[in-house]
């Protein structure tokens, strides 16, 4: 198919990735910004659901609007905006260590937690931990000083952005999902928490932002298998794959085959 114009008319909601289908870094993709603006202008509600979690839902919607891509903060949903509603069932976060390339801000925005280090006493002394992201994670340290303290004493981990890879400067990244669910692995009794795509917390939020769009009206547009197309379906969303990020270059019919995951419908772009 062409693209999300195709099948518009039959959502009333269209949910889009970030990155990989409007753009990757900060670069927007041209066809992209085309694809937005139509939906604009045909009156389609519009939200983006991302596991983009090193900035706020807030900041994530102003570097968007920045890029040409006009949307309020409310209609950005990430792994940052179920924070507060998880944290209820940990104390609050309190005693917390928060983990990422910006802790503070995330420290500063729940009382009771603290910005995290990887040095072994400080992660020791943590009561459980909220792993925004993992961008500094340039070699194996972090991961084998965190496993270390867990392996010792078990504690609860919130992981705000469950992917394992996506496409960055031309290559794969390894997400906080990767580190996590080798922890997970590693120590079967551990309690792990995901809180973005695929899991349904983050599809349930979208349904209460956009109340009384029956999901089978809702599509999502996403270029992972296993995030996108898996959350969505799972969801009773449908999805639509784009092979503009993660697949690109790669051949996707081999992909979703391998992983046995079946998007609604397929486009090279969005």
Not at 47 to 76: Q, Y
Not at 77 to 91: A, D, Q, T
Not at 128 to 147: K, S
Request: hydrophobic fraction near 45%; include cysteine.
């Amino acid at each position: 198919m062409s693209g999300v114009l195709e099948v518009a008319d039959a959502f009333d909601l269209i949910v889009l990735d970030a990155y990989g289908v409007l753009h990757e870094g900060a670069g927007a993709h041209d066809f992209a910004l085309t694809a937005f603006q139509a939906l604009r202008e045909i009156g389609k509600k519009l939200c983006v659901v991302t596991n983009s979690v090193t900035h706020a839902p807030e900041e994530v919607a102003k570097r968007l609007t920045d890029m040409g891509f006009p949307i309020g903060g409310r209609d950005v949903i990430s792994g940052r905006s179920l924070l507060p509603w998880f944290l209820r069932f940990h104390r609050e976060g309190r005693g917390y260590a928060v983990l990422g390339y910006h802790p503070d801000v995330v420290a500063e925005a729940f009382p009771g937690t603290r910005v995290g280090s990887f040095d072994r006493d400080d992660l020791d002394a943590a009561a459980g931990f909220i792993l925004v992201d993992t961008n500094m994670w340039a070699d194996g340290t972090p991961e084998e000083v965190l496993f270390e303290s867990l392996t010792a004493n078990p504690r609860p981990i919130l992981v705000c952005n469950p992917d394992v890879t996506c496409p960055y400067q031309g290559a794969l990244s390894y997400e906080p999902g990767f580190f996590a669910f080798r922890l997970a692995e590693a120590l079967p009794e551990l309690d792990i928490t995901f809180l973005g795509k695929p899991y349904p917390a983050i599809y349930d939020l979208v349904s209460k932002r956009f109340k009384g769009i029956p999901r089978d009206r809702i599509l999502a547009v996403g270029d992972s298998p296993h995030t996108d197309v898996l959350g969505a379906r799972g969801a009773g969303m449908k999805a639509l794959l784009v092979e503009s990020g993660l697949l690109r270059t790669q051949d996707s019919a081999q992909r979703l085959m391998e992983c046995g995951i079946e998007p609604d419908f397929i486009s090279e772009t969005i």
